[in-house]
């Protein structure tokens, strides 16, 4: 059963009515352009056909009762008073989002009982996080009639996720959420916010294989690689890593290695994955897929060594996806890093191999079984 369904059930189990409102926000694959987002930079993401569902109904009064239905819990809080962080942590990116847009419209004091129901893998790299922060912006904008954009929706969710749960993220996984567009990928310049939709090929698959190696981005190492790129930034004199070009970079970072190596090593990653990410928009405009592997194989390496992100499961299943595709397509893993998901791409005949030589050495080589995804690209936030 679907998250739009199963929220649907479980709240007319719940709650003994049907749902009048239902909203949906997708999860997200970042086909390349890791960590660029807070460095002002470029991302290539697509929303995916798995996310999060929350239907409600109105309440008389000014109570939001909550109901979790695939961890069977309950959260309830008042827009009377002050919404406050609480221990459990799905609870929080509800409630931050609650609350910044109270701060926005103090007038927002409409009640709901909610169901949340959603299939993106959590700790996966795929953005459980930011779909249910969407879905939530999205259901109350709909609930109190508020004139709020899906940028709006998406900025709101990122401030959620930084102040009230303390993961200092970028925007891309609020705005692909909350802007995907189906059959295509979207790169998302986060500092203006312009976006360039870009189609994928018919003749592409986009497979998500998760390692389930667990990640906690909160416990500190990506706000450190975050500190370390602001380092790297102030070195330059620029707002930005984005601002530094290549060339500014392969000039004056000699000075920067020899002081702080290790923000170096960051600026060097970030730098490279912006342009990076403009020649992957050209490649996949021109069907030149065998270009983005390479391109998408030169971003998995710059995360291994100069980022440091990721971690020996994650290199061998891009390792076994790569010899899998070849020059047909491409692997590198997605998302935060310490963990999580690759993504591959290459055409459908290719889905079955890929899938086959994960399946014959993965486990055995690491005692873990990992879950393997054929996604679409799909439409963002969206009224059911």
Known sequence: MNPIQQSRQVFLEYFAVKPTLQVYAPGRVNLIGEHTDYNDGFVMPCAINYGTSICGNPRSDHQFHLFAADLNEMDQFSLLEEIKPVERKWCNYIRGVVHFIQQAYPE?????????????????????????????????????????????????????????????????????????????????????????????????????????????????????????????????GVKALRDVTLEQFETKGFELKATNPLAYKRAKHIVTENQRVLEAVEALKHNNISYLGELMAQSHNSMRDDFQITVPEIDYLVELAQVAIGKTGGARMTGGGFGGCIVAIAPHDRVDVVRKMIADNYEKQTGLKEDFYVCTASQGVHVC
């Open 108 to 236: 927002f004091k409409q009640g709901a009982n909610l169901v949340v129901s959603g299939n993106v893998p959590q700790s996966s790299g795929l953005s459980s996080s930011a779909a249910l922060e969407v879905a939530t912006g999205k259901f109350c904008q709909q609930l109190g009639l508020l004139p709020l954009t899906n940028t709006d929706i998406a900025l709101i969710g990122q401030k959620a996720e930084n102040i009230f749960v303390g993961c200092q993220c970028g925007n891309m996984d609020q705005l692909i959420s909350a802007l995907g567009q189906e059959h295509h990928a979207l790169m998302i310049d986060c500092r203006s916010l312009d976006t360039v939709p870009t189609p994928i090929p018919d003749n592409l698959a986009i497979m998500i294989i998760n390692s389930h190696v667990k990640h906690d981005l909160v416990d500190g190492e990506y706000n450190t690689r975050r500190q370390q790129c602001e380092q790297a930034a102030a070195f330059f």
